[in-house]
């Protein structure tokens, strides 16, 4: 992804023009193939509008992505299409992905049949081999079953292998877990990594909580309000945060009652800036204990590279 923005107008009453919301705010990475990234940011920072955009759903107001050395605003009808089977998409809510009047078979025949599988028995075999990929095993005890009749867990397995069916070789999964009881979300993040690695997809998570993204991701990009403040490898993110809105994230988890007492009254949490009126230049300068007046405000931080291999966009690096 190359300088891309994705601004959404604002309309009221359909007509009246509020301004733009700012969802993907200038945002530059670049992933390799097989590896296991997460996105991490509040809610409203525009990670599923990034998400959405990298899936061809929502078309960039400004730059470009380019997959396998083709750019996605160029793609049109059958190259298009090819381009929706290379990239899988699990979404949040399997309640809502799911139709509920088709059973777990015609689920997953459907991508086979848009994309042009037209043998049954070739469906048939491919259907199965996915169910057993997602440990619905034995996949007989499942094709005939209807979303209602499955649990939670069991119908984001099925949103899974739907989104691989088509053997993609990227995978953008939007808070896969978040929905799920606590006590099935390790097991399907697992269940992630594991086809990951398997099958060398890259993988891109989507996720609100960096607490667990040691256990399946190798590089984290940190948003927030629309932009990327902040990557490196796992580890030396979260050893070493360098930007301070990721120092503040993880100074909650890691004590989430200090948090709540001092830091919080300096970076509020879960008061994530307007994408309407955002802050200007850097976008976290309202709420950053470091800020610096006449330099915070009025000039936007570059990426730095203060560690090896490690981004961040703040002026404190200079
Ligand atoms: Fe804080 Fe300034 Fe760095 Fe922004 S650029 S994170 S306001 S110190
Ligand atoms: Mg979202």
Same mark, same amino acid.
């Given at each position: ?18 301004? #733009? ?5 200038? *945002? ?14 509040? =809610? ?12 061809? +759903? ?39 992905? +799911? ?15 848009? $994309? ?20 619905? =095993? @034995? ?11 499955? =649990? ?8 899974? !292998? ?13 808070? @896969?877990?978040?929905? +799920? ?7 399907? /993040? ?12 890259? /993988? ?6 960096? =607490?667990? *993204?040691? $256990? ?15 990557? !490196?490898?796992?580890?030396?993110? +979260?050893?070493? @945060? ?18 709540? #007492? ?13 994408? /309407? ?11 950053? @204990? ?7 405000? *009025? ?20």
């Amino acid at each position: 992804a190359r300088d891309l923005h994705t601004w959404f107008e604002l309309r009221q009453w359909g007509f009246l023009r509020v301004g #733009a919301v700012r969802a993907v705010d200038g *945002v530059d990475f670049a992933l390799a193939g097989g590896e296991a990234v997460a996105f991490v940011g509040e =809610s409203g920072c525009g990670k599923s509008s990034l998400a959405r955009t990298l899936l061809g +759903l929502h078309r960039p107001t400004r730059g470009e992505v380019r997959f396998a050395g083709r750019s996605l605003g160029e793609l049109q009808g059958r190259a298009l299409k090819a381009y929706r089977a290379e990239v899988g998409y699990v979404q949040q809510d399997p309640y809502g992905a +799911l139709p509920p009047f088709l059973d777990v078979r015609r689920i997953l025949a459907e991508p086979l049949i848009v $994309h042009g599988v037209r043998d049954r028995a070739e469906r048939e075999r491919r259907i199965r081999a996915a169910l057993e990929e997602v440990r619905l =095993s @034995p996949a007989e005890a499942f094709l005939g079953q209807f979303p209602h009749m499955l =649990s939670g867990g069991q119908q984001q397995r099925v949103v899974i !292998a739907r989104a691989l069916i088509l053997a993609p070789r990227l995978l953008i999964a939007d808070e @896969p877990v978040s929905m +799920l009881d606590a006590s099935v979300r390790v097991e399907i /993040l697992e269940l992630l990594r594991h086809i990951q690695r398997e099958r060398g997809l890259t /993988l891109a998570f989507i996720t609100h909580d960096l =607490s667990t *993204v040691r $256990h399946y991701a190798e590089r984290i990009f940190v948003m927030y309000a629309g932009r990327v403040v902040e990557s !490196a490898p796992v580890d030396d993110l +979260l050893d070493h @945060p360098q930007h301070p809105y990721t120092q503040a994230l993880i100074a909650a988890i890691a004590d989430p009652d200090a948090a709540n #007492a001092t830091r919080l009254r300096e970076v509020p949490a879960g008061e994530p800036p307007s994408l /309407l009126h955002p802050p200007a230049a850097c976008r976290f300068h309202p709420r950053c @204990p470091h800020f610096m007046a006449g330099l915070c405000d *009025v000039e936007d931080p570059p990426d730095f590279t203060p560690r090896r291999d490690h981004r961040s966009a703040c002026w404190l690096h200079r």
